[in-house]
């Protein structure tokens, strides 16, 4: 199919996977009421629209945490990429490399930090989950540091999985599920034959330590519920900026007192996220909440955020509320699924030029001239 804006690439992404991921990845919590919000607030937000402003050429540079990047996108942390393309993982680092913007490889990715390395170069950030097994988190960080990771993005929003009902009915969890994905994976022979037989192993690479080399999706998801430590505390942080000593971002943060409590442990960093509507369903969309984020901290660390960006003038939104930048979820995956890791070079370069048309018509020279002066 043709695809000439970023939503083109979900439909794409539709047609070509199995139903079990493309739910997986498209659905959220219980009724799905957040998930909705983060794409309509957004999309509400009105901008001023200034003529005559001699924005020939808009500058979309910006800098996070010490390193200058053409653009204030980064390709977010998503758990099993892997299945959605071969080695899926790397060839969304290429890209993102490519593009010179991170990519945040998860915990629960099918690629190793290892192999992710060594298929991209920098920036490579890594995302780290609340895990019961402190040893094994520090084991984790160590690798990290190793590989030259150059951020740690700390996911706090899930001390437990939010009920995605949406999984048990398509096959990604609920009786007979690894059944049913064989089956829905005969009907898909393209995805079938590029990441069912050629993608293999489909195991968790940064969990290989734990799960063993057998590991596959069925160890995915009883891993998830039985290994997140929801008794997990502020005070508990301290260890983990004792044992990392770069930039330390901590995701998943949607209240003004949150945002003040990760500034006071000294993260350089927070993402301003409700999981993409995947965890609390009728919590805030990240476009209501980053506001009132952004004026307790905003002066204090770099503020980036996530939940229903789906293109570049989404882009522009999300800066004009508060944000020095975004990290593209749903978009990416969707953008590799269909496409590979072209895919999601176009993807970027799509965003690039839709920020460029909207920087255009508001009148925005440069990012730094992005901010609620903007918003009608």
Not at 10 to 15: C, F, H, P, V, Y
Not at 221 to 231: C, H, K, Q
Not at 307 to 335: C, N, P, T
Request: charged residues 20%.
């Amino acid at each position: 199919m043709i695809i000439s804006s970023t939503l083109d690439f979900r439909e794409a992404a539709r047609r070509r996977l199995p139903r079990f991921l493309f739910d997986y990845a498209d659905g959220g919590a219980y009724a799905e009421r957040t998930l909705a919000r983060n794409v309509a607030d957004l999309a509400d937000v009105a901008l001023r629209q200034r003529v005559l402003a001699g924005v020939a050429a808009p500058d979309l540079s910006t800098t996070w945490f010490g390193r200058k990047q053409p653009l204030p996108v980064g390709l977010g942390p998503i758990g099993i990429g892997g299945m959605y393309r071969r080695r899926g993982e790397t060839q969304a680092a290429r890209a993102a490399s490519a593009a010179g913007v991170p990519f945040c490889l998860s915990t629960v990715g099918l690629c190793s930090l290892e192999e992710v390395t060594a298929a991209a170069p920098s920036p490579i950030w890594f995302q780290l989950y609340v895990i019961r097994d402190r040893a094994f988190m520090r084991d984790l960080l160590a690798t990290a540091r190793e590989l030259g990771a150059e951020a740690l993005v700390f996911t706090v929003d899930m001390p437990v999985p939010g009920a995605r009902y949406r999984d048990a009915h398509s096959g990604m969890s609920g009786p007979n599920a690894p059944l049913r994905r064989v089956l829905q994976a005969m009907g898909k022979p393209g995805w079938a034959w590029d990441v069912g037989v050629r993608g293999r192993p489909h195991r968790l690479g940064n969990l290989e330590p734990v799960l063993g080399a057998a590991s596959g999706m069925n160890d995915y998801m009883g891993w998830l519920g039985a290994n997140f430590d929801p008794s997990i505390a502020w005070k508990d942080l301290d260890w983990i900026r004792s044992e990392w000593n770069g930039p330390l971002i901590i995701k998943g943060i949607l209240d003004p007192e949150d945002a003040r409590e990760a500034a006071a442990i000294g993260a350089e960093g927070i993402v301003v996220s409700n999981h993409g509507g995947r965890q609390l369903d009728g919590v805030l969309s990240s476009a209501r909440a980053l506001p009132a984020v952004a004026d307790a901290v905003g002066d204090q660390l770099t503020i980036l955020a996530d939940s229903g960006v789906r293109s570049g003038l989404d882009v522009v939104r999300m800066l004009a509320l508060g944000a020095q930048g975004v990290l593209l979820g749903r978009a990416w995956l969707f953008a590799l699924a269909a496409r590979g890791e072209a895919g999601v070079a176009q993807l970027l370069d799509l965003i690039r030029r839709e920020m460029i048309v909207a920087m255009t018509l508001t009148g925005a020279h440069s990012i730094q001239e992005i901010d609620r002066s903007l918003l009608a």
